[in-house]
């Protein structure tokens, strides 16, 4: 069974600055998506930035990106230049899939982030 | 375009009533998930379907829990003689398979406290 672990419950950046959210997960398996989700207080979840793991290269979209390790395991996100709408709960997500067969999330416990002005 | 949508977005209930949530999914989508999330914690899987077929059903969707997607559209979520324990928020998410992309979108959820 696939696991996803989110070690910092909760992180706060002052506006402007760069701060780097940790993700590990373990899994036997060799074709999965990594994903990061942002859920701003009493709004929906939102994709912030997707990973395939067969490709090396790290994903970034604007002011995100990861920090993606295949053989540590580890998925971290990094965002630039802090805005005070970046504050959310930011989950950690793993997918497993099989050619055209998507799967369910794994999801982490997340990590509720402040952006201080 | 209008996204995930969910109906209703509250639901206060007594212990022992049945409940039944409704998720519009993006219209082109052709997967739809239901999770539950309670407070502090990421979403837990319960079950998703592939058109009208539910493919999966994780081991939190008690005999309680039942779910439809009848014409491959909406999906309902029933939750018969509801517990505190039911107490959460109840996540639907829809994704298109094929194309190289596999993100799901998520819906606003559905509050609901058993009382």
């Known amino acids: 069974a696939q696991t996803v672990t989110q070690s910092q419950p909760e992180m706060s950046v002052q506006e402007a600055e760069t701060v780097t959210l940790s993700c590990t997960y373990d899994?036997?398996?060799?074709?999965?998506?990594l994903f990061w989700y942002k859920q701003p207080p009493s709004r929906q979840m939102i994709l912030v930035i997707r990973?395939?793991?067969?490709?090396?290269q790290n994903a970034t979209e604007n002011r995100f990106s990861v920090n993606f390790q295949k053989a540590a395991k580890s998925f971290s996100l990094k965002i630039s230049d802090s805005q005070l709408g970046d504050t959310a709960m930011y989950f950690c997500?793993?997918?497993?899939?099989?050619?055209?067969?998507?799967?369910?999330?794994?999801f982490g416990t997340g990590t509720r982030l402040k952006v201080l002005a | 375009d209008t996204g995930v949508s969910q109906d209703p977005r509250h639901k206060i209930t007594k212990r022992g009533q049945n409940v039944t949530f409704r998720c519009d999914p993006i219209s082109e989508h052709n997967r739809l998930y239901w999770y539950r999330q309670t407070l502090g914690q990421g979403p837990e899987f319960l079950t998703y379907?592939?058109?009208?077929?539910?493919?999966?059903k994780s081991r939190l969707l008690s005999d309680r829990f039942s779910a439809e997607r009848p014409k491959g559209s909406f999906s309902t979520l029933e939750i018969q003689r509801t517990e505190q324990g039911d107490s959460a928020m109840y996540l639907c998410?829809?994704?298109?398979?094929?194309?190289?992309?596999?993100?799901?979108?998520f819906g606003p959820g559905t509050r609901l406290t058993v009382t």
């Open positions: 990973q395939e793991a067969y490709k090396q």
């Open positions: 379907f592939q058109n009208e077929a539910q493919l999966e």
């Open positions: 997500a793993f997918m497993k899939h099989d050619g055209a067969r998507s799967y369910k999330y794994i």
């Open positions: 899994t036997s398996e060799n074709n999965y998506y």
């Open positions: 998410a829809s994704s298109l398979v094929g194309g190289g992309r596999y993100e799901q979108y």
